[in-house]
């Protein structure tokens, strides 16, 4: 069962000053020089703070090409693996798109600049109330925090023009594919057919007779998505 997020009284704007320019200067060029070529969604990264999105020890490594750990044992992805995954989904204005393993918001944050509607699912509790607060912080009106299973999403909240997942699908459950509209794109980390141990971020899309194509976009190292909500955090 999925569980909105709700909130009594919003937070307020944020009123955080600006990162230093050239941290960011360098933050944008490093995603350029990895191949990030969207205006948009280049505009996404420069304007949304990835500092909020980390625990506070680590803000001073936010806008650095590295990962990092967040709670409950997830971790939050290299700014141009992110980067990467969302061009790859290719969201636009009139879109509506589900994610699936919110984590700390940053993704959903970006996703909310490029899309109409962002709907993301997450199993653990804590990070989906942290995520919706951060999200509101930013005055971000059109994303929204569910706590649930997000491999067990019912037919009623689709269909989606876009889904990704962030984490490796070792199969790809059949009602994410059908929560997609025709001529959707599903974004999601797939076992590399040639090794045992790599995996790849996958393009896939379904026609209308159900058949599957996917796409290799890059190498990823990403966690395996569990089912289920989580019973702790």
Request: hydrophobic share 50%; aromatic share 4%; proline share 8%.
């Amino acid at each position: 069962m999925i569980k909105l997020i709700a909130f009594e009284e919003p937070l307020p704007p944020a009123t955080e000053e600006s990162p230093d320019a050239q941290n960011k200067a360098a933050f944008l060029m490093d995603l350029r020089a990895r191949g990030i070529q969207d205006l948009n969604l280049l505009r996404a990264l420069e304007n949304v703070p990835r500092e909020i999105f980390v625990p506070h020890r680590f803000a001073d490594l936010a806008r650095r090409p590295i990962s990092l750990p967040l709670r409950c044992g997830q971790t939050l992805p290299e700014p141009w693996l992110a980067a990467r995954m969302i061009e790859a989904l290719a969201p636009a204005r009139d879109h509506r798109v589900l994610e699936i393993g919110t984590g700390s918001g940053y993704a959903t944050a970006l996703l909310a600049r490029l899309a109409r509607e962002v709907l993301s699912i997450e199993r653990f509790q804590s990070l989906a109330i942290e995520a919706e607060t951060r999200l509101a912080r930013l005055a971000i009106g059109n994303a929204a925090v569910a706590f649930g299973d997000g491999l067990a999403i019912l037919p009623g909240i689709g269909p989606f023009d876009r889904i990704i997942v962030q984490g490796l699908l070792t199969e790809i459950p059949e009602n994410l594919l059908a929560a997609l509209a025709v001529g959707g794109l599903l974004v999601a980390a797939r076992p590399d057919p040639k090794s045992a141990t790599r995996q790849q971020i996958m393009r896939i899309t379904r026609d209308e007779a159900g058949s599957i194509e996917e796409t290799p976009v890059c190498a990823s190292r990403l966690q395996a998505l569990l089912p289920g909500e989580a019973r702790a955090l």
